[in-house]
């Protein structure tokens, strides 16, 4: 790991970013393991989690630029169609429960239209 | 380097590949293109046998990259042979197929090259990995011909049966990894060479992979006690396929000569062999019993004839741990015998059936049959030469294998097992034949269908094939004696395919 | 050669008949059957008398032709007094039963078969006798037993006629190999099965440790051959075979087989303590047997029978004592035996047809109706009784004379004596019997056909010329002796050794009352046969057919039941019975290993991989404890997939971890697939026991791979990578080497590798063309509350990432030679975009817009793959050879070609074929569009 | 200063994957298991980038991409076949 | 290291076996899975275990041995088709048989 | 169809996948150019018949804009989440609102769909394609109308223009 000759800011923000997506994704997963019921655990990954796993690939993405020269916008990529696919998969597991007609927690407002 | 010897691997695969590609062929091309294919695998069999005549090694460098590194085929002797075994096999099995049994499924003929591909390929290669690629080549396409035809017994047999060989696949890699492991090769003469000058502490885990090895190739060879599922699986698949079997326990012996007598079997003074064929001896010698058992015990005649495969593969692998040259070459001639005859009789089993009112191939029903005084004939015929009476190869080959033997310290443990199943194997097939063909009266002859000429002929060709085999024993067994040669000397192997490369060392400089 | 001539012209016979069979049966066919099958034989016979002059000079002409020198199989051919003797049986009395079957055939159209296999045993038998290489007389001997089995159930229609012929196949089938055995290891021990060097060698045998092997392998061979006791019991059933076959084969020919061996051997391995105990022994209870169970047969060819086995006993005794003397008497006695036995078999059938029955306590005084048969039979049966001026009592008198001359050991000296003279008296009471009972005797009780139906009067002419010949010996014995069988008995005695002297017999005293006292007790025995059948009746009758029954019935049910126990069907305990012979022999050698810890140090613990270790085994464990709850289980199993993933992308493996995952996925794919069919939960059904047997196993198994793993891992590494790391950039034009490994150093794998992916395709369309699930398809269909078959969200999304996946793949394809990637996983992630076409918009809508269908996409990836590997002929390379340039475009830039990005391809092709036709195939399973329709 | 805080990103997703796996194994409902892996899947997707990271190769970034693709199709999978009763129809 | 790589590979053989050895084919397909999950790691961890040293020329200064990455590559695709084609039969089976179990309903049926 | 449209469905996404090829190969270089746009031409071509109907997107940069507007709602959003999750999950009350959509082209809604997943605590839970409304859940809801508000006037308008 040769980041010691890179510029001391990139390397704050690489830090940055990378703590602040560790944090965020633990959230995500902390809410996933604590929350009530079902549909609320539901909010956890498929935001906090996609946006931690996207703070990580931004660093990677300009720790890469850098090491490599040049821009490295692969990252990018991944970031991009997690941005896309996270709410597909959210909808569709809200569909099974829904289907399943999973209880929700004693504390929900309005309980879902039961078809 | 001579291209001619990729092509029993090569024309199958692509046989194969392009009936996919065409596979709104009907029938009839899918059949031509087969025919042709296998009467081509024929021709390039002879020259295989030819050329292993004429060159004791010939070498095929694929990618033309220096073995060890580059995957080589070799073709010797041995592995000629069973090429022309196989290629021959396949026809008389095409052509019987092809009178409609290959009807009953689809992709038959592609999937039957397939199974050609990968059983050349397993008699080619000098590689031990490649080997095991093929085996799965094979393999796989074994399972899909066993399954030929649907069926409630076909499902069950075949689950179990892929379910054993995939389980023998997880051991193979294992052996395989240990192998490389301690070797840091997968050439079969490197591995040879660097077996043979193997530190003192690492024999013993060699000859544990030699175990797992044995274990491998004993489930395709059927070797007690990991024969349990060929019964079933033989007498549930259809009879062309059945048929086609029967070469394939003879694969795993030949892997067996290939990876125990040769790789393992370089170093002279002490081959790391021993253990391998000290086990092999007595659980040869029990599953011979165990066959002959089995066949006076079958309750029809496919089952018979798996336990005939059984019985062979007993007496092929206890004469080959005995680990005698003469012997060997003996056993060599009764695989051609065995694996001939055991196919006629899982075509036969399928004729009779057609002419019997019922029961097809059960011993236990009494039924009306047509076409009595042929079928009664040819299946009069076929037993004497499966109960290896004269005048047929079975009789020259157990002869021969018992003078071979009977130099051994321990030959009587080989005589008696071989006599007594022979006499149960009589019994057996005359219990059969007069309950078949002399119990039932005539099928009325409005009800009796046409006898189907190019069946019978198919398996009159292969009876007399064995017949011939005993007419002209001699220049076979000349031929087969040089084979055995060949394999007893590992050091002429090894220099063939590893050339300049012995005492090179292994690090290669960048 | 022409001896080679005599064996095979009665093939040649046989050909004749079936040929002359296949004419339309006449009302003459029979006649002209006969004619035709006449031929052969009467050649053969005419031929031997040429031979005589020669033979009587002592010589023994051989003619030997190599056949397979390997084994010592020559076709060779002897012919010495001995073998003449038995040639001229042979074929004179051939050619008088088909003289006689000509008359009893007629009428029957089952001729012409009989016709065809008397001769093919006819060659059989010639060939035991003439051959003069042992492995070559075994054909012969192993074509008359599978010949006799024909005959014997000749008339297949009756249940006796089966089993007779089982029976004698088994015992004198196993007789042979029996034989086999023996005879390979005199050859071994002599070195040669030439009967020459076998009777050269006699030392060498008898000294030799395995001749008391060899001995009683070849004895078994004979004895069942020769119907000696306990092995005689298939004779009797034989009678159910017709009885010109009988007559030939069970009385006068076949049965002499073994006796011929014997003989024939005795210079080479007689005169030994074994020889004299083994044979005599055995030839002394089957006489005794024979002639006791004879005497209380009703049925005539029982008698026979039964009379035939204990002269073959006689026969074997004499050869037993071994002295000169006594070979003499045995061969002397052998052919009276065939003289008098064939026609009284002979007479038997002509009764037998005559009257529609062979009972003698229903057969009384045929003199009447039949005096000319009586006059003839006379003869025989006389000499069978051995009255004076008889053959047979001259043949006796020569035995109980021999029987006295026997000096060691002591047992005998006093026991044969008095034993062959009761045997005598029985052999005299039912000679008595079967001449008294049938002609006189009273009246006939009712019978079938009364008054007999007339046979004509030809049909007796063989009988009375077999009669003639007899009254002849009997006559001018030392005339026969002197002319046809000293020949003989010199043969089976290497020495010269003076004639049999006769006049001598005749004054001996001792023998003369031995005999004397046979007739007298044997007529005695006769008249008391009431009370004697009386007693008899008590005691329980065996019937040998049945207890053979049994002995089989009880053998096959042992064998059903030992298979079934072992091979019951059930997996799980092939599966055990894999796994105790994959651990047990490595336990067995390596429990006292000790070299596990290699020499090489170990490396520091990295705490990531411990953390991705242990949720590895945890999710492992989870998979094994939560099986039965099988989506969970197969949740655990996809974690269990990403953290190998995990563990390939950590140990510098990426192309691992990229093909890891893609398959991942589709395998979980598939698996949920098949869940859609499956229960959702496995019964707990194994007991405490089964799973304790089965942790067991697999902890073994795991301690084992742990173990061997351990060992590697801690030795240092020497491998032949070196080369491929050097080699993949000059020789291969690609930096990722493993990639450079796939596609050139080891291509052909790979091409195997993609043919399996191809066929287990291939496969899964070819058995799921036909199953459906009907019922399931119902509870599929159109949308139920939130569960609509296809999410518009999804639907668009899926659409959007297609082309996408697509790039993705193009790219992972393309840079696959010198980075992480590679044609299989590109592959895979176009099959994974498309599944998801398949999932959002469904089987049918998703089919109908692929380009083309799937197992010609296969094939065509195969084709592609395969010719990029041929394209190297053309430049003189072996297959698979690549290669690949730089090139260097202006504007362009730089960039490379190589034929393995051609090889790559077929492999891209063949995987998208391959997922897909699976895919869609089980995905049709339950679509109502899907089933009948072929998809891909 | 990368170097240093990089196992303590590493340690943090390692404790968001055990939370996962908890969940995974307490459910209740399958879709609760469902959603637990799809999480997996996305935090083992940092994993592997930050491991390409740590060991500064820059190859792992198909795998990440992979994952997310793989665990997508995985998850839409499942959920269909909840839905459903089957996967493709 | 070594000995935490030889306890996980022992883990995962030691499940896998375990379950090819229950009655219900899912299971058998599940233990066949780990099993070769095991198998390949084994055969991977043959060429020894090398971080940071990828086999692509010029990325890093030592490689680790990529002959073993081939061959386990390999016998991931073949254990995949296997797998596939495994499912689908126990699917057949299951149907044809009337039961999952993996002797089906009546093992001894096709005997007689 | 003209034949432009058959040999180039879209040839804005035509030209995206190009970009996309080059930033994913990280070069620039005219080989690649070409590349990039040969397969950006390509792949569309084969799978035009996955989408048959054309997209109907009338501006593009009201599109970019809505899509950089989200951007910072998602980090927002986050914020908010993650305060809840960590400091009083107990006070939660969630709930399901249904969402009556005026939009109408699928693929609008889709985005629609998706940006309410990853924004403020609510997940689309379902599209009633019949009764043209979303089924919502929200994390915390204090008053149904106010969030239903919200979203059509932060998202469902933009996205109205640009597609209609
Ligand atoms: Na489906
Ligand atoms: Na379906």
Redesign the pocket.
Known sequence: MNGSEMPLLLQLVITFFLVAGAIVALIGSIGLARLKDFYMRLHGPTKASTLGVGCILLASLLYFSFLKGGLSVQEALVTLFLFVTAPVSAHMMAKAALHRKLKCSPRTRKGPPDH | MNHLMIMPIVIPLLTGAFLLVMYRYNIGRQRSLSIGSTLLLVIFAVWAILQAGVSDYTLYRLGNWQPPFGIVLVLDRLSAIMLLLTALLSLFCVLYASRGSDREGSHFHALLQFQLMGINGAFLTGDLFNLFVFFEVLLIASYALLLHGGGRARSRAGLHYVVINLAGSALFLLALGILYGLTGTLNMADLARVIATAPEADLPLLKAASLLLMVVFGIKAALLPLLFWLPRAYSAASAPVAALFAIMTKVGFYAMVRVFLVVFGLDEGSPANDTVLAWLWPMALITLSLGGIGVLGASSLRTLTAYMVIVSVGILLATMSRNDEQLLAASLFYLLHSTCMTAVFFLLADLIGRYRENGYDRFSVISPLSHRWILGTVFLVAAVSMASLPPFSGFVSKAWILQSSSTLPDYLWLWAPILISGLLIIAALSRAGSGWFWRPEELADKAAPALDGARTATVCVMIAISFSLAIFAQPVMDYLEAAARLIYEPSGYVEAVLGDYVGQSREVTE | MDIGLLVFLPVLGAIASLLSRLKRPGPDHVQRHALVALIAPAICLLLLLSYLPRVQSGEALVYSFSWVPEIGLGIAFRLDGLSWLFATLITGIGCLIILYARYYFAGKDTAGRFFVLIQLFMTAMLGIVLSENLLFMLVFWELTSLVSFLLIGFTWSSRNARRGARMSLVITGGGGLALLGGILLLGQIVGSYQITDVLAATDTIVSDDRYPLTLSLILLGAFTKSAQAPFHLWLPHAMAAPTPVSAYLHSATMVKAGLFLMARLHPAMGDTELWFSLITITGMVTLMVGAFVAMFMHDIKGLLAYSTISHLGLITLLIGMGSEMAMAAALFHLTVHALFKAPLFMMAGIVDQATGSRDMRNINGLWRTMPALMLITAVPAAAMAGLPLMSGYLSKKMLFSESLLVTAPHWATTLIPVWVTVAGLFSVAYSVRIFHNVFFNGQPVDLPHWPPRKKPAGMLVPLFILAAASLLVGLAPQATYDSLIHLAVMATSMTHLPLYDFSALSEAQVPAMMSMVAMVGGVVFYLARSSLFAIHRQLPDVDAKNIFEQIMQQSIRFAQSLVYRLENGSLQRYLAFILVAAIAPGLWMLSSYTGWQGPSALTAVNPMVVFGAVILCLSAIGVALFHHQRLPALLLLSVTGLFVTLAFAQFSAPDLALTQLSVEVMAVVIMM?ALSFLPQTSPRESGAGRIVRDLGLAGLAGTGIALFAYAVLTRPAETISGYFLANSVPGGGGTNVVNVILVDFRGFDTLGEITVLGIAAVAVFAFTRDLHLKERVAS?GTAKGFAEPHPVILQMVSRMALPIALLVSAYIFLRGHNMPGGGFIAGLVTAVALTLQYMAG??VWAQERMLTHFRPLIGAGLLIATATGLGSWVVGYPFLTSAFSHMDWPLIGEFELATALLFDLGVYTTVVGATLLILAN???????A?PGQEVG | MIATVIPFVIGTFCIAVLLNLYRLAVGPDIVDRILALDTLMINSIALIVLADIQMSLGILFEAALLIALMGFVGTVAMTKYLLRG???? | MELVIAITLGVLTTTGVYLILRARTFSVVLGLTLLSHGVNLFLFSMGRLTTASPAVIGLVENYTDPLPQALVLTAIVISFSMTAFVVVLALKAAVELRSDHVDGEDPNEDRQ | MNRREFWLPRPLFSLFLAVLWLLMVNSFSVAHMLLGLALGVFIPFVTRAFWPEQAKVRYLLPLLRYFVVLMVDIVRSNLVVARRILWYPNQLTPGFVTFPLELDDDFAITILASTISLTPGTVTAHYDSDAGTLLIHALHVSDEDELVRQIKEQYERPLKEIFQ
């Open positions: 697939l599929a469904g089987l089980l995905g049709k399973l339950m679509t109502v899907g | 089957d996967v493709i129809e």
